[in-house]
């Protein structure tokens, strides 16, 4: 019999994955490491009843890899992309994953950088809350799932509003693109809220997240606006949109000046 817990598979070891694995060692959970390169069915045939199977890929390779999720895994797996919502899991046929909406930045040759709490929601979430506690980085449980949706559209509204925001104003911080540049800033956030509500297919009140988006501006007000990333959330917002039949005019003419 062994004295060890279950083992944490991860499926993806970058940044982000390396603070998740960092946690739950500390915990004293073993953690299995998947790489892009390794195939899923045959350490499934190994390690069969993960405690969880954490996937910290990169949102552009969600799809790829819950479509080639081994079946053993498929009832406690774990997702902490950005740009993440319910359909992209039920879309799958995945019904209640637990759910981290990240709010800590770690690039490489830094230390971990929180802007506020975590929050968490599914069967392991009070793993995960406790493996990010055991390397101080805030935390918290949300039991409501329409609670975590709202989560999930307060961090894509932070990105989106941040990442495409700051591409047309040509970077600076995330206060400087909300206080000198409110009307760029307050465009793409109406934007990507109708984006959101789309996507969920129902409206949303944006009154209370937009404001928690703020809240999070100013909670790390020198937090650098655009990112790498950003050309790419741009396409994929205004393919949303054009899908969806939505005008979203302040992306359109950010997009026409690219």
Known sequence: ????????????????????????????????????????????AEVRRPALALVTVGEADLNAVLTAMPAVWRDRIGLVQNELLPNDWEAHGYDGPTV?????????????????????????????VDALGAIDIAAHVVDDPLQMRSELVIKNLYILTSNIGGLAVGGGTVAELWEEHSEVAQGVAADALAIQASIVGESLDGRPL??????????????????????ARLARAIAHADEAGLDVPTLRRIDARQ
């Open 100 to 128: 981290a909406s990240v709010w800590f930045e770690k690039k490489p040759g830094q230390d971990v950088k929180v802007i506020v709490s975590t929050p968490v929601w599914g069967p392991a979430a009070t793993l995960l």
């Open 210 to 231: 937009l404001r928690a988006m703020v809240d999070a501006f100013m909670a790390d007000p020198d937090h650098k606006a655009m990112g790498r990333s950003a050309p």
């Open 1 to 44: 019999m062994s004295l060890l817990p279950p083992p944490v598979v991860l499926i993806g070891v970058g940044e982000i994955g390396g603070v998740f694995a960092r946690g739950l060692l500390r915990l004293g959970n073993p953690v299995v490491p998947v790489r892009r390169s390794d195939d899923l069915d045959a350490i499934a």
